[in-house]
């Protein structure tokens, strides 16, 4: 194992096995009619003494029926996190096989390693491992927690991936945000060295632990190589364009001209390392899109492929609405930019905004900017993020290619 990190030590004894005393007993209000992972606190009732935040816990119903066993966290919304609504031991054991048929699905049924060294290893609830993310990046491995349970089996899950990748260098973090709310401290080492990865045969450059959370988005990969079979002989521009994804493909097909706009001198940085790393020249402007747009509008610009994938808009259900309201103003100036019959591709990765609110802003966006819209196709990250069909909120990334008259 390279882990370059000390490892904090991890609870003690909070994995049980089959001969340990019995698991503290969490009751729900109500009879159990979902399967979803997620039991939220208004459904639980207060046991009695309260477990740690993160203890694994056996779930019984209203009836005392049994429904499960999972992570029980008092401090968080979500009370339960079920792993299982079976008897078993969830022990190292569980935790290896629910983390070797997460890889094996990446490697022996997607076959990703013939396209690329980048890609989700873990996807939290579509692997069954709700409030764990993990991201392979050549030979380092990104660590999200999500979960205080899943935090306090750090060790365990650590040596799982080890297991599997022994040269692996690891690194993980925790959102503040996440942190808080779930109630632990997760103590986040130095960052890695940057690293080099491929994918359908380009390389970019991957920094781990700046505040671009993993460093790379893996998840628009499928959604980059199709922008790119748009973009022969055009004049494209990629807003919110980050590490310069979506313009390099675009300039590595055969675009005449590209420009890409990112606020963010830090990852524009980034963008233009990529771009020299490919011989792929790229026009990097650092500005705010909305101002730019305006500007570019005034000065009649125009462009024949435009890509608007920005960051994530809120983590909060309140502020759903003023969210769509930015999405609508800045899809509404990217439309104005667009040539008639011109390909606009715009994306969301905010989850709480559902792919209906996100189409009808398109709809609303276009008639604002007087102008109709063919959508050609509606995608999601890529298969290295599954979603189970009974939890519909891991699928997150909404991508709309639009042909714009």
């Given at each position: ?8 030590p ?9 001969n ?86 990446r ?13 989700r ?15 392979r990046?050549?030979?380092t491995?990104i ?6 349970g899943m ?8 040596r799982?991936?080890?297991a599997?990748?022994p040269?692996?260098?690891l ?12 109630s632990?401290?997760c103590?986040?080492?130095d ?22 959370k ?6 628009q ?8 079979s ?40 980034i ?6 790393l ?14 730019w ?20 808009m ?8 003023p969210a769509?309201?930015k ?14 019959g011109?390909?606009?591709l ?9 792919e209906e ?5 398109i ?6 900017a ?27 990334l ?6 714009v008259?």
């Open positions: 194992m390279r882990d370059l990190y000390a490892t904090a991890a609870d003690a004894a909070i994995l049980p096995h089959m340990t005393p019995a698991l503290p007993l969490v009751r729900l209000k109500t009879e159990r009619r979902s399967n979803h992972p997620w039991i939220f606190q208004k459904m639980v009732e207060k046991p009695d003494p309260k477990p740690k935040p993160g203890s694994i816990v056996d779930i019984e119903d209203r009836t005392g029926a049994f429904v499960g066993r999972g992570f029980y966290n008092g401090h968080s919304r979500i009370a339960l996190r079920v792993l299982t609504p079976h008897n078993e031991a969830v022990d190292q054991a569980f935790f290896e096989r629910r983390i070797v048929h997460a890889i094996g699905l490697l022996d049924v997607l076959k990703l390693d013939q396209i690329t060294d980048a890609y290893l873990i996807h939290s609830e579509g692997d069954d491992l709700s409030g764990l993310v993990v991201d990046f050549a030979d491995l660590i999200e927690y999500f979960s205080a935090w306090r089996i750090r060790d365990q899950i650590r799982a991936l080890v599997q990748f040269e692996a260098k690194y993980w973090f925790a959102e503040e945000h996440v942190a808080k709310q779930e632990f401290d103590s986040t080492p960052p890695p060295a940057p690293t080099q990865i491929i994918e359908h045969g380009l390389k970019f450059k991957v920094a781990p632990g700046l505040k671009h993993t460093g790379f988005f893996a998840d990969r499928d959604n980059r190589r199709s922008l790119g748009f973009s022969p002989g055009k004049r494209v521009l990629d807003l919110c364009c980050n590490s310069g994804g979506f313009a390099i493909y675009a300039k590595a097909a055969g675009a005449d001209e590209v420009i890409a706009i990112d606020l963010d001198e830090e990852v524009l940085e963008a233009q390392a990529n771009a020299k490919n011989r792929t020249p790229v026009k990097f402007k650092q500005a705010d899109i909305f101002h747009l305006r500007d570019a509008a005034i000065n009649r610009e125009q462009f024949d492929v435009v890509v608007l994938d920005p960051a994530k809120t983590r909060d259900r309140e502020q759903v609405i769509l309201k999405y609508l103003d800045m899809n509404k100036l990217a439309m104005g930019v667009t040539k008639p011109g390909i606009l715009t994306c969301s990765c905010t989850g709480l905004v559902s609110q996100f189409l009808d802003m709809r609303r966006a276009a008639f604002y007087n102008r109709s819209v063919q959508i050609l196709d509606v995608r999601g990250a890529g298969a290295d993020h599954p979603w189970l069909a009974h939890v519909p909120e891991s699928r997150y909404k991508a709309v290619f639009c042909r008259m």
